[in-house]
């Protein structure tokens, strides 16, 4: 399905943004060893790096609204840069890593929002397979970067070249692994000045932080009210709590049961992305809008895949049950990412949307890594760890399909998928 010009530079700027904050990730965790900090402290770092997400959450949809989206995304971008650019002064890494999630957390609903207002309803699972798709190449190139980069002989390599710019930091390696990262914001930054304004324009957003809570309630109640918002929201919402405590679990399990140093096990998380976005892909090509929904029992199944891990103690077994697990939520999640964000468009604007989604997938984030870093400190053995992770989302997906069939029951939900904005 063809695209237009303007999608092709939305994707190639997130490419680049979603690259520098997965390579930053992994930056953060070789630093946080380097300053011997304890091991719960790992998963605080997306913890830090989410609660932006949920703080700002009232805000940034009306923000997004309030601007052409490719301008929002420059701005946000460059808080990003900021954020990075800390770590060079001797900011500890957690404070650094929650500005970039500040910047991150302003630009979602701009790089989400502008895709409902660039292309019709029906090309919105491809374009959501697209960014998808896309998205998980970044976390794979952006996690192997990452790795690479906190790689001895590669900053060794890296050391050899001379960073005039930079003052003298946290220690010289790390300098050299920020400023790549620096350079692949600087680039996302100049693809969101070639993004053009799609002329959509909405009511005056209100100014008083009182009004847009009021906002952003009224919006959620309305989302979680919707027959079918209730349906996408709790699946999303799921989906990006485990998948981002999976990402921690990954590495644990590595260093743990395949016994591998951090830039080695960093490659791993890319295997799990590369089954992601075979999984985005297909779907994009094989499951329409009005379908949507059908794809639930892949999160049950999911769920269920990822508790045979504890079976595994060898790379190559590792490899192809890593890209299963990726396939399978990336299968579902694109379908139902690409609903919610139709229905939010029919119900209410496009930056509120999306932010809405954000305030709710990633108050399940920081749930969720909450009680992993709670378990990393009780030192939980990995394995009950990863059965525990997995019975909850193959139960969780269980209830949530019940949920939908009693729905059903009452409502034409195909028929609310067709309906149009007026």
């Given at each position: 399905?063809?695209?237009?010009r303007?999608?092709?530079?939305?994707?190639?700027?997130?490419?680049?943004?979603?690259?520098?904050?997965?390579?930053?990730?992994?930056?953060?965790i070789?630093?946080?060893?380097?300053?011997?900090?304890?091991?719960?402290?790992?998963?605080?770092?997306?913890?830090?790096?989410?609660?932006?997400?949920?703080?700002?959450?009232?805000?940034?949809?009306?923000?997004?609204?309030?601007?052409?989206?490719?301008?929002?995304?420059?701005?946000?971008?460059?808080?990003?840069?900021?954020g990075?650019?800390?770590?060079?002064?001797?900011?500890?890494?957690?404070?650094?890593?929650?500005?970039?999630?500040?910047?991150?957390?302003?630009?979602?609903?701009?790089?989400?929002?502008?895709?409902?207002e660039?292309?019709?309803?029906?090309?919105?699972?491809?374009?959501?397979?697209?960014?998808?798709?896309?998205?998980?190449?970044?976390?794979?190139?952006?996690?192997?970067?990452?790795?690479?980069?906190?790689?001895?002989?590669?900053?060794?390599?890296?050391?050899?070249?001379?960073?005039?710019?930079?003052?003298?930091?946290?220690?010289?390696?790390?300098?050299?692994?920020?400023?790549?990262i620096?350079?692949?914001?600087?680039?996302?930054?100049?693809?969101?000045?070639k993004?053009?304004?799609?002329?959509?324009?909405?009511?005056?957003?209100?100014?008083?932080?009182?009004?847009?809570?009021?906002?952003?309630?009224?919006?959620?109640?309305?989302?979680?009210?919707?027959?079918?918002?209730?349906?996408?929201?709790?699946?999303t919402?799921?989906?990006?709590?485990?998948?981002?405590?999976?990402?921690?679990?990954?590495?644990?399990?590595?260093?743990?049961?395949?016994?591998?140093?951090?830039d080695?096990?960093?490659?791993?998380?890319?295997?799990?992305?590369?089954?992601?976005?075979?999984?985005?892909?297909?779907?994009?090509?094989?499951?329409?809008?009005?379908?949507?929904?059908?794809?639930?029992?892949?999160?049950?199944?999911?769920?269920?895949?990822?508790?045979?891990?504890?079976?595994?103690?060898?790379?190559?077994?590792?490899?192809?049950?890593?890209?299963?697990?990726?396939a399978?939520s990336?299968?579902?999640?694109?379908?139902?990412?690409?609903?919610?964000?139709?229905?939010?468009?029919?119900?209410?604007?496009?930056?509120?949307?999306?932010?809405?989604?954000?305030?709710?997938?990633?108050?399940s984030?920081?749930?969720?890594?909450?009680?992993?870093?709670?378990?990393?400190?009780?030192?939980?053995?990995?394995?009950?760890?990863?059965?525990?992770?997995?019975?909850?989302?193959?139960?969780?997906?269980?209830?949530?399909?019940?949920?939908?069939?009693?729905?059903q029951?009452?409502?034409?939900?195909?028929?609310?998928?067709?309906?149009?904005?007026?």
């Amino acid at each position: 399905m063809r695209m237009n010009r303007g999608f092709y530079t939305i994707m190639a700027a997130q490419f680049f943004s979603s690259l520098a904050d997965n390579a930053l990730l992994i930056a953060c965790i070789a630093l946080l060893a380097v300053l011997k900090s304890p091991a719960w402290m790992t998963p605080l770092l997306k913890l830090f790096f989410v609660l932006s997400y949920v703080l700002l959450a009232a805000f940034v949809g009306a923000f997004a609204d309030a601007f052409p989206k490719g301008r929002v995304m420059f701005v946000t971008n460059l808080i990003k840069i900021f954020g990075c650019s800390l770590m060079f002064f001797n900011v500890h890494p957690l404070f650094a890593y929650a500005v970039v999630g500040f910047g991150a957390a302003a630009y979602s609903p701009a790089k989400y929002g502008i895709l409902t207002e660039l292309l019709p309803a029906e090309k919105l699972v491809a374009a959501n397979g697209w960014i998808e798709g896309l998205t998980v190449s970044s976390i794979i190139f952006g996690t192997m970067l990452g790795g690479a980069l906190v790689n001895p002989e590669v900053t060794a390599m890296l050391l050899k070249f001379s960073f005039p710019a930079i003052p003298a930091g946290i220690d010289a390696a790390s300098d050299a692994a920020l400023f790549v990262i620096v350079g692949a914001y600087v680039i996302a930054a100049i693809f969101n000045l070639k993004i053009p304004d799609t002329c959509a324009r909405y009511r005056k957003q209100a100014h008083s932080p009182i009004k847009l809570i009021t906002d952003f309630a009224e919006c959620t109640v309305t989302l979680w009210k919707d027959k079918l918002g209730q349906i996408s929201l709790s699946v999303t919402t799921l989906f990006w709590g485990a998948g981002v405590t999976l990402q921690f679990i990954v590495l644990k399990w590595a260093e743990k049961s395949l016994h591998m140093p951090l830039d080695k096990a960093a490659i791993l998380q890319g295997v799990v992305a590369v089954g992601v976005a075979l999984g985005a892909t297909a779907a994009a090509h094989f499951v329409p809008l009005k379908r949507s929904l059908s794809v639930m029992p892949m999160g049950v199944i999911m769920g269920l895949v990822v508790m045979s891990m504890t079976l595994v103690h060898s790379v190559w077994i590792a490899y192809p049950l890593l890209v299963l697990i990726g396939a399978l939520s990336g299968y579902f999640v694109v379908p139902m990412n690409a609903l919610l964000q139709h229905r939010g468009y029919v119900l209410m604007s496009a930056g509120h949307s999306i932010a809405v989604q954000n305030f709710n997938e990633n108050m399940s984030v920081l749930t969720m890594l909450v009680l992993y870093a709670g378990m990393v400190k009780l030192n939980l053995n990995v394995n009950y760890v990863i059965v525990l992770f997995g019975v909850f989302v193959a139960g969780m997906m269980l209830v949530v399909m019940r949920w939908h069939a009693a729905n059903q029951r009452q409502f034409d939900t195909v028929a609310l998928i067709g309906e149009h904005r007026h």
